[in-house]
Every structure is written in C-alpha cells, then in structure tokens.
C-alpha cells in the first residue's frame, strides 16, 4: 500500500480547497489535494451555474497567486451597488441604499471597484491551471476519504483507492455537507432557511454599467449582478448580461423551477422589472437549497476547518466565499510562520493562532447575514416601514455608507498578508 508524508492533506478541491491548496504550496508547503469528483469535472459549464462577487481583497490575493491574469478577462467590475424592498410585484420601494465604490478611496487613492462577478467556473478553471503547474502539490482526485486518524504526533487519511496519506495537518475543506467536523466531535449551529436560491443568467437590452442591485422581495433576495458581455445564441452581436439569484420559499421556488418557459419569463420579468429594457432568461436554471452551518470550533487535534466546512452562510450579501478566502489567507500566514521557527505546522499553538484570528470575522459574517434575512424576507408591515427608514436613513450619512463599502470589500480588521496582496 503506498503510504505518502505531506506537510498538508486538504480533502475537498471546492473553489476554497483548490484555492488553500495553491496558496500553501506556493508557500512552500508540501500539498496533497483530494476531491471525489474530478477536477476536470468541476470547471464544465454543466458542473457549477453560479457567479461569485469576488471581494477586492479577495482578488488581491488571486493576484498575489498569478491566479488572476487568467481570470480577469471574465470578471466584472461591480462599481456600485443599489439596495431596496420591493412587494410582490417585483416594485422597489422609493427609498433605498446606493453604495458607490468612490466612496471606499482612502486620501486621493484611485478608486478600486468594490469587487468583481466572476462565473464559478473561470475561478475554478484558473486554480486548476495554476495547481497543475506548482510541482509542491499532488491532486488527488477522483478519490474518496473513507477514514481518517488523528494524534498528536500525525495525521493520516485512508482513501477508497486504497491509498494512504500521512500528513502533520490535515484541512477540511468539504463544504457544509462534509463529514469530518461532526466525526472529530466538533458541534455546529446549523439549520435550513426554508428557501432555494434559484440561479440563472438573464439577457438584457440595456448596460448594466457595473451596478449590482439587490431587491428584498417577501420570499427573499432577488439579486441582479452584473456580468460581462456575452455572445448571443446565434454568435451575430453581444448581449448585455446579469447574474441572477432569485430565492424563494422553497415550495414556491420548487414550482417555479417547473414552470414552461413563458411563463417562467412572465414570473421573472415581473421581479426583475424594466430599468434595463426587455429582459430574459438565457441558458439553464439552477437551484441551491440555502441553510446555516456555523462549526463551534474550527480546529482539533491536527484538523482544521475552511470555507463552507467551517461557515455556509446564507448568499444574501455574496460574502460566503469571501470568508473563505480570508480562512484562507489566515491559516498559510501562521503554517508559513511556523515552518520557518522549525515549529510543528499541524501543532496545537499554530491551529489555535488561526482560530482565533478568524472567529470574529466569521462570526459577525454569520450572525449578520442570518439578522438580514430574517429581517427582509417577509412582508410584515410595519416592519417593511421600519426597514425601508433604515435603509433611507443609512443612505444619508456618507461615514456609514464608507464603513459598508469598506466591510463588502474586505478592508477592516487585522488582514493578512495574502488578503494585503503580499506573500506570506
Ligand atoms: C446561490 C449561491 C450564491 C453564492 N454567491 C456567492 C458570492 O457572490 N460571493 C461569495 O463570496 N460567496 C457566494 N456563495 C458562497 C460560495 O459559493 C461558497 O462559500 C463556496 O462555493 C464554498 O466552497 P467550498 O470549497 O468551501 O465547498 P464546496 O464547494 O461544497 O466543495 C467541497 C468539496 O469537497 C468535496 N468532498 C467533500 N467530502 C469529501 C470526501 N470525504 N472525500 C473527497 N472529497 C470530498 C466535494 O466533492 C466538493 O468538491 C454563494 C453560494 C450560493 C449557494
């Protein structure tokens, strides 16, 4: 039986397993990277029908990598972004709340967008192509982790090929359905939101010009997020494109899905509305049932937890993997700094520096995406009045649309270095 020595055994090649195993084996850690679907797989368009708002720092740290270069040419500024309620005509209330990325700048600086929307496949297809070709890390895939032990002097991973893995850490990164966190012990507060997220692109006859909205109607958020230019069906002319994530109840959401195509069109029109002309669905619909998975703890005995495995949060404010990111960024600074003292990067000391560098960032990802959504998806009268003030009342005070801005880009707090676009 082949048995391997890796400084870092990561199970699951999402976009955050692929991105820490890039990261770390840059850093010049010893890699193994394991998914039970193919790589190959998972960039396809029929794989993955979401976009992702990439935070601009979690694009600075693509950049550190090299990973952005290739991603750049189908990534779209998001220059402001307009929020509102709406009823159930799709009709968005006359107060609202504008953010403009001008307002991020810091002492004449030029102005950075506050991110860009990225179909999941290109991010997913640029990390591949930079793991094939970085010789510290080994991809694993089609595989399966079946077994795993732990102590404090190693970890090992038995997988259903057989094969065995030893490695002095190991990262699950199996998003929020992996198993690993509840087999090591580790407790979650976790439970389903009773709605689908329902994806799809949509055409329309008018420029997006980088606005991303978000309209909070009674089933929930209805997101229009602006993506590049596209070739029409027929390859003649360009069309003007958007993202959308449409959730709904989950009953609802699930006859919608089944609805023939006109009257899909009708249903969705009538949500999107008419500020960008005539508008339409394109290519396939998807669906993403939307739950809550908060881990107690994100670290055990040379285990630790990234990404979707260690937070799912709701996509209300297109931050899930911006959390992520910063895991990310978080974990390779304090193995990097522990490699370098000769200290042990699956130690106890190193995973709790992590730990706690990421749990009120997170924690305050969690909780406030979770306030939101309580608060927006319903159709409570005078709460709607109440929201609405709110949102009126933040749109004015310039200090607190900045402090917004700043948060969504993913400026604030203690950032390391990756997130900085430096390398550890
Ligand atoms: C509708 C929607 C829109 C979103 N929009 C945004 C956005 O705009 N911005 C943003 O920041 N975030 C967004 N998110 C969140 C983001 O998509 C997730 O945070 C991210 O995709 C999670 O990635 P992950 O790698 O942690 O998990 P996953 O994508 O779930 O990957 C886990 C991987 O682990 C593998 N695996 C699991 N167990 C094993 C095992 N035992 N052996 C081998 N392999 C295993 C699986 O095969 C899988 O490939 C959105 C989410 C949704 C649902």
């Known amino acids: 039986m082949n048995k391997d020595r890796f400084d870092l055994a990561i199970v699951g090649a999402g976009l955050n397993g692929s991105l820490l195993a890039l990261a770390a084996a840059e ?14 797989t998972m960039s396809q368009a029929a794989f993955d029908g979401r976009t ?14 090299d990973a952005w270069e290739e991603v750049a040419p189908e990534a779209e500024p998001i220059l402001d972004i307009r929020i509102s309620d709406a009823g159930h005509d799709g ?12 307002e991020a700048a810091t002492g004449g600086s030029e102005p950075a967008p506050m991110g860009w929307i990225v179909e999941n496949r290109f991010l ?4 591949l192509r930079r793991l094939a070709a970085c010789p510290q890390v080994e991809l694993i895939a089609p595989d399966e982790v079946i077994d795993s032990k732990r102590d404090l002097d190693t970890a090992e991973l038995t997988l259903k090929s057989g094969r065995r893995i030893a490695a002095r850490l190991i990262a699950s990164a199996e998003g929020r359905f992996g198993s690993m966190r509840e087999d090591a012990g580790i407790g979650a507060r976790a439970w389903s939101y009773n709605q689908i997220a329902i994806v799809l692109v949509a055409k329309h006859e008018r420029p997006h010009r980088g606005v991303a909205q978000e309209k909070f109607l009674p089933g929930g958020p209805f997101a229009i997020l602006p993506m590049t230019d596209g070739p029409s069906s027929d390859g003649s002319t360009v069309e003007h494109r958007s993202s ?10 699930r006859r919608l899905l089944e609805l023939d195509a006109p009257r899909f069109q009708a249903e969705f029109a009538r949500r999107f509305g008419d500020h960008l002309g005539a508008v339409a669905p394109i290519g396939p619909r998807w669906s993403y049932p939307l739950s809550l998975v908060h881990a107690e703890r994100y670290v055990d005995t040379r285990l630790v937890l990234v990404g979707d495995a260690a937070h799912g949060i709701h996509p209300i404010a297109g931050q899930g993997y911006n959390l992520g990111v910063r895991d990310i960024a978080a974990l390779v600074e304090v193995l990097v700094d522990a490699k370098r003292l000769g200290l042990d990067v699956g130690g106890a000391d190193t995973l709790e520096r992590y730990a706690q560098w990421r749990r009120a960032d997170n924690f305050a990802m969690v909780a406030a995406t979770d306030l939101l959504n309580r ?20 749109n004015r005070v310039p200090s607190l ?8 880009m ?15």
Do not use: C, M
């Open 27 to 40: 850093a010049g850690l010893s890699t193994a990277l394991i998914d039970r679907v193919a790589l190959t």
């Open 52 to 65: 992702t708002a990439v935070a601009y720092t979690s694009q600075r740290l693509f950049a550190a990598l």
């Open 91 to 102: 009709r968005a209330s006359p107060l609202f709340l504008h953010f403009d990325h001008r």
């Open 124 to 127: 997913r297809a640029a990390l």
């Open 244 to 253: 959308i994530v449409w959730t709904e109840r989950a009953d609802l959401a």
């Open 375 to 394: 608060l927006f998806s319903n159709d409570i009268k005078p709460l709607r009045f109440a929201r609405d003030l709110g949102l009126a009342a933040v």
């Open 401 to 408: 649309r900045r402090f917004f801005v700043r948060h969504a």
């Open 410 to 424: 993913g400026l604030v707090g203690d950032l390391p270095k990756l997130i900085r676009g430096e390398r550890p």
